[in-house]
């Protein structure tokens, strides 16, 4: 049974550059939550996707960006990369109806 | 007040202990409690869930819930090195499939 899988697992860009972050669901799961988590920190709450719609949004910039495919995966664009953007980006996933959430290994990206 | 709040620790116990890891959460409506294990440089693994008052055990894990309160606590019995991390509480508030997390506290079990 595979689980969570995300892509690439680590990542440097510079300022005011873009990224995509990708992310396959577990199998079976339809849902993708994606999860901003700083160094010492608990994961911040980015967006979720559902039926290719986002259901719902946490307090970031527009800037971030995503899309879920009808395979249920998903991306995560972010736009104008700001040095604060640094962190360990994590997908989850779930079963719609489902509070409870899987993760995946995360994509580490550094911004300089 | 931030919505759920965990003792950024370090708690330090010697193996064979049991562990108490504390959680507290801002909103009564709160309906659905998480543990998260995170290990240093990996992604969060889910441990436990519990829904309802009371205590819930699933091997050497015990969590336990007291919604008056508004706390929910993890106990790890014989606690071993390997249990090392940082565990993460996490809740959803009622009619929300998004939790909010707490920011961890870190458990060192030493030999």
């Known amino acids: 049974d595979a689980g969570v899988t995300q892509s690439p697992t680590h990542l440097i860009k510079t300022r005011g550059q873009q990224v995509t972050l990708r992310c396959s669901p577990k199998?079976?799961?339809?849902?993708v939550s994606w999860y901003q988590q700083a160094l010492g920190q608990g994961p911040q709450f980015i967006f979720q996707?559902?039926?290719?719609?986002?259901?719902q949004r946490g307090n970031f910039p527009d800037r971030f960006s995503g899309h879920q495919f009808p395979n249920y995966s998903s991306e995560l664009n972010v736009n104008a990369l700001l040095l604060g953007d640094s962190a360990l980006y994590l997908c989850?996933?779930?079963?719609?109806?489902?509070?409870?959430?899987?993760f995946g290994p995360g994509t580490r990206l550094t911004v300089l | 007040q931030k919505e759920v709040e965990q003792n950024s620790g370090p708690l330090s116990v010697p193996e064979g202990a049991i562990a108490s890891l504390n959680c507290t959460y801002s909103?009564?409506?709160?309906?659905?409690f998480f543990w998260y294990r995170q290990y240093s440089g990996k992604s969060p693994e889910l441990i436990m869930s519990?829904?309802?008052?009371g205590d819930k055990e699933d091997g050497r894990f015990t969590a336990q819930l007291n919604k008056a309160s508004q706390y929910v606590s993890l106990l790890i019995r014989d606690s071993q090195p390997s249990d090392s991390a940082t565990y993460l509480c996490?809740?959803?508030?009622?009619?929300?499939?998004?939790?909010?997390f707490g920011r961890g506290t870190s458990l060192i079990v030493h030999p």
């Open positions: 996490a809740v959803n508030r009622l009619g929300s499939y998004i939790p909010t």
């Open positions: 519990i829904y309802s008052n």
């Open positions: 989850a996933s779930s079963l719609a109806g489902s509070n409870e959430q899987f």
């Open positions: 996707y559902y039926e290719e719609e986002e259901r």
């Open positions: 199998s079976g799961h339809d849902t």
């Open positions: 909103d009564r409506g709160s309906q659905s």
